[in-house]
């Protein structure tokens, strides 16, 4: 489809309707996708309709377990889109992060499992809201959201999507989606790249980007102007597929992307010693060690066995660490995700943009992509509970070793030294900024550093700024209210990400609100500071800041062992 016939789309009556729309029970919006209608008359919010559980895969059971998604077989009728999809399978909290005091890569006992949480392996599911009574001849601006979970938890039904279209007053299109997690997403090794897919949650993000290109338009949805966003593990899924394919995904899937805390675990190759050594423990706890197949041997298991034997594994790691997460699988991630970053070679639609700087006749258009991400003040606090760190007796040193099995003694001395300067008081706030920053904090500034001029960063830093707390400000809705309830300084938090989603650009203000002129990252480092002022009566501090010289002197630091490291 031509980009001149999708802006004579008008959206009034963008839902398609064709034979079997005409079928449509009374009152239900129907769109015809080619391989099934959907009809729905559900209004999560006022001047929003929401088609709930979408299929864009076949279910992956069966023969397709641990398969790369594949497209559906055609559905006759008319199907209803008025109801959540059912979650992916996946490890029971708090089983699903580790809960030992010791790395299972230095010692290789394993704990005994959990009783994992009920789910539905068939569940590649996408959710759909669309404006109401928008009267622009315009197809709009796509939100492609990825949900959070250290890709081992959590579904589409978790975050009010619909939040999105309502803060840009029907400005957007927002899509969410259910994608494999943990084992059933994530499972490596050797026996998968022979019989199966490695990172088959991050194909199944990727079909679905596919998806949007091909049918978006008739929710009223534009594919050329489609971001993908995320946070903490779905701010991790855009970087993942910023560098996908080297940064040379072609065709391109999305034009800028959104990351929130963006979470980029250890990602080892996926026949390093570590994944296998995984593997093994999934096929021994499903008893499936003697087989000739060990990979058709746990195809075969029922997925509650397999999801019981998923969260004894995880149980077994480290203290809060996620065991099935990417990995470099030398096609659809070709590299270690820095390596790609530190190219500056990131995957985003290039826009044209007309500049007469210096001659009328020449062409000075240049090639533009845009990135807006941000980090909470205290990113690690969640992952390094006071409690636990003086239970397992841990000095600065004992926890770096364990939290980072393949850094050598000089390294773990030089990252001692780092955390030790006094800003950290405590081996659990010394704990929590380190893996703070090597799981979260950096990746954001690597992320910035490839984008160039092109990028822009928010701190949020309302107390206690933990991870994930930025959620109850992006979303209206949020199940946890936000313990700063002022509606402008939600509105400037939110917009920012809104703006940069519909113009790629955080400054152009479709609504006004409190945010000064925010520079890019680029221009001096600059960060845009979401706090609150001090005392009683507290109100917004919204403000530019420079990034603080230690955390990028820390981050350094982090790049330069991201080979011994994994990332």
């Not at 044209?352 to 009328?360: G, M």
């Not at 240049?366 to 003086?390: K, M, R, Y």
Request: glycine share 8%; with cysteine; net charge negative.
């Amino acid at each position: 489809m031509t980009r001149l016939r999708l802006l004579g789309v008008l959206l009034a009556t963008c839902l398609q309707v064709h034979a079997d729309c005409s079928r449509a029970s009374p009152g239900f919006a129907c769109v015809d996708l080619g391989y099934a209608t959907y009809q729905s008359n559900v209004h999560l919010d006022d001047g929003t309709t929401s088609f709930l559980g979408v299929r864009y895969a076949a279910p992956p059971t069966g023969q397709l377990r641990f398969s790369a998604p594949q497209a559906l077989a055609n559905v006759s009728g008319v199907q209803n889109a008025t109801a959540q999809p059912p979650q992916c399978w996946q490890t029971l909290t708090p089983a699903a992060p580790g809960m030992n005091f010791t790395s299972p890569f230095r010692s290789r006992d394993v704990d005994p499992g959990f009783t994992p949480t009920v789910n539905d392996e068939d569940c590649l599911f996408l959710n759909v809201h669309v404006p109401q009574n928008v009267t622009s001849k315009s197809l709009l601006p796509v939100v492609f959201y990825v949900h959070g979970g250290g890709y081992a938890e959590a579904n589409a039904s978790w975050l009010p999507m619909q939040d999105l279209v309502k803060e840009t007053k029907g400005g957007v299109v927002a899509v969410n989606i259910q994608y494999r997690l943990s084992a059933f997403g994530f499972l490596s090794g050797q026996k998968v790249k022979d019989g199966g897919a490695l990172n088959a949650g991050l194909l199944d993000q990727n079909f679905a980007l596919q998806w949007i290109q091909q049918h978006i338009s008739k929710f009223g949805g534009d594919p050329t102007k489609v971001s993908i966003m995320g946070e903490s593990a779905g701010g991790g899924s855009a970087l993942q597929h910023i560098v996908a394919h080297g940064g040379n995904t072609k065709p391109p899937l999305f034009r800028a992307a959104v990351a929130n805390s963006p979470y980029l675990p250890f990602q080892y190759n996926y026949n390093d010693s570590i994944p296998e050594a995984v593997y093994s423990d999934i096929v021994a706890k499903l008893n499936c060690t003697n087989s000739t197949d060990t990979l058709a041997c746990i195809r075969q298991a029922n997925a509650s066995d397999l999801a019981a034997a998923d969260a004894a594994v995880c149980r077994a790691n480290f203290l809060e660490l996620w065991t099935f997460t990417p990995v470099v699988d030398g096609e659809f991630i070709i590299e270690r995700p820095t390596v790609t970053l530190k190219r500056g070679r990131v995957n985003g639609v290039r826009v044209l943009v007309y500049s007469p700087k210096f001659c009328p006749f020449h062409d000075t258009s240049h090639l533009q992509e845009a990135l807006i991400v941000s980090t909470n003040g205290h990113e690690g606090d969640l992952f390094t509970p006071p409690a636990a760190i003086a239970a397992g007796n841990f000095t600065l040193t004992s926890y770096i070793t364990q939290l980072l099995p393949r850094l050598d003694e000089q390294h773990i001395e030089k990252a001692v030294q780092l955390y030790s300067t006094g800003e950290f008081n405590g081996v659990a706030a010394q704990a929590s900024a380190v893996i703070g920053d090597v799981t979260l904090v950096c990746s954001a500034y690597a992320m910035l550093a490839a984008f160039g001029e092109r990028a822009w960063k928010a701190e949020f830093a309302i107390p206690p700024s933990i991870h994930g707390e930025d959620l109850s400000y992006e979303f209206l809705h949020f199940s946890t209210p936000p313990t700063f309830n002022i509606t402008d300084f939600a509105t400037a938090f939110q917009q920012g990400f809104m703006n940069t989603v519909r113009a790629l650009d955080p400054n152009h203000k479709f609504e006004p609100t409190i945010t000064p002129e925010w520079p890019s990252w680029k221009d001096g480092h600059a960060e845009m500071l979401f706090n609150q002022t001090a005392g009683a009566d507290s109100k917004p501090d919204v403000r530019v800041i420079k990034t603080d010289p230690a955390q990028l002197n820390r981050c350094e630091f982090w790049s330069s062992v991201s080979a011994i490291i994994a990332q």
